[in-house]
């Protein structure tokens, strides 16, 4: 018996930001699409494949490269092309075809006007699956799309196009066929998403995928400095979960390059399917109860001790930044972060009076 495994890439950068028909149009990966194929990786590395086939549109490609895989191109598993709508953003074609969009919500297998044909589709995607299973041995991944992989999957199920069609398979799906003697069987549930533990090695790599080396060396700061705090306060008999600080520390800036940079790295986290690291990324601009010593506060307190990679204490990085808040909101929001920020050390030295929170001389 051979495992195979079907893989929908990650979520797409879309232009302009807006929700488009998405077919032969080839976008890249997204900051949240590239997190959410990295999440793949834990997954594929334990397992020994026989080889990793992609479909020859980038955002394809850049799943397999961060699940960090080699990918094999197969034209065979590109997507659907959607004829006269691809490319375009729903709004435009509901103005352009608003009988046809309105009946294709309820009836998805019907086809926009010039789209590939459902059973050509069907036929190139399983003749690149027979293509790939007749040149190898052992377990194989085919990482696509999810039109075509639906068709491929429908069919060889023996569903219907109606059942077919409402296949959930989500950006950065996984659906698990056993294959044995010319015969295809689904391995539990269609479309499962990997939800790893977010261990260092996984965040580090993570970072990588979206953050300048720059970020990412700040957030390897911060975690550190964090840890140390979190030491610090077991031995003196304050215990916080140290795989929750770990996780929020290093991925605190994950989303540094765009703008409301801890809300939106906390939507990308809670997106992934992890809300706890959420919320303490979301919370490092700002604590909801600086009052309490918890995870967040570690986190917040860390990174308000480092500047860049360097441990510089709280008052010096204030008074580095404060410089650069040019707007009486700017400056608002400078004055609440360096009182939350003090607040949280006092609370450190009254549970740990040993614990490290002034820089030293060396």
């Not at 197969?74 to 103005?95: C, K, S, V």
Request: glycine share 8%; with cysteine.
């Amino acid at each position: 018996m051979r495992n195979l495994y079907f893989i929908r890439h990650g979520d797409v950068e879309m232009p302009g930001g807006q929700r488009r028909c998405v077919g032969a149009s080839d976008y890249p990966l997204s900051a949240l699409g590239r997190l959410r194929a990295v999440l793949l990786a834990p997954g594929f590395e334990s397992r020994e494949l026989g080889e990793v086939f992609v479909s020859p549109l980038s955002r394809a490609r850049e799943t397999a490269e961060l699940m960090g895989a080699r990918g094999v191109a197969l034209p065979g598993l590109r997507e659907a092309g959607m004829g006269e709508w691809d490319g375009l953003t729903f709004e435009e074609i509901r103005e352009r075809w608003p009988e046809l969009f309105a009946r294709r919500g309820k009836e998805l297998w019907l086809l926009p006007p010039g789209a590939e044909e459902a059973a050509e589709v069907l036929a190139r995607y399983m003749r690149a699956v027979e293509e790939a299973l007749a040149c190898t041995h052992g377990d194989l991944a085919f990482v696509g799309h999810r039109s075509a992989t639906r068709l491929f999957l429908g069919h060889v199920l023996g569903m219907d196009a109606a059942a077919a069609a409402k296949l959930e398979l989500k950006y950065g799906s996984v659906t698990h066929l056993e294959y044995e003697d010319g015969r295809f069987a689904l391995h539990g549930r269609a479309g499962r998403r990997p939800r790893p533990e977010l261990l260092p090695a996984l965040c580090h790599r993570m970072l990588a995928a979206v953050a300048p080396e720059k970020v990412a060396a700040h957030c390897r700061a911060v975690e550190r400095e964090a840890l140390r705090l979190v030491c610090s306060l077991a031995a003196a008999g304050v215990w916080l979960d140290e795989f929750a600080v770990s996780a929020g520390a290093l991925l605190h800036d994950v989303a540094r390059t765009e703008p409301q940079h801890a809300r939106r790295g906390a939507e990308y986290l809670t997106e992934l399917g992890y809300p706890r690291v959420a919320d303490i990324v979301r919370q490092h601009h700002g604590l909801d109860a600086p009052g309490e010593l918890n995870e967040a506060a570690v986190v917040f307190l860390a990174d308000k001790l480092v500047q860049g990679e360097r441990f510089v204490g709280v008052e010096a990085r204030f008074a580095a930044s404060e410089a650069r808040c040019l707007t009486p909101e700017a400056k608002a929001a400078h004055a609440a972060q360096l009182a939350q920020a003090r607040q949280v050390e006092k609370l450190v030295r009254q549970a740990a009076p040993r614990a490290r929170i002034e820089p030293t001389a060396f």
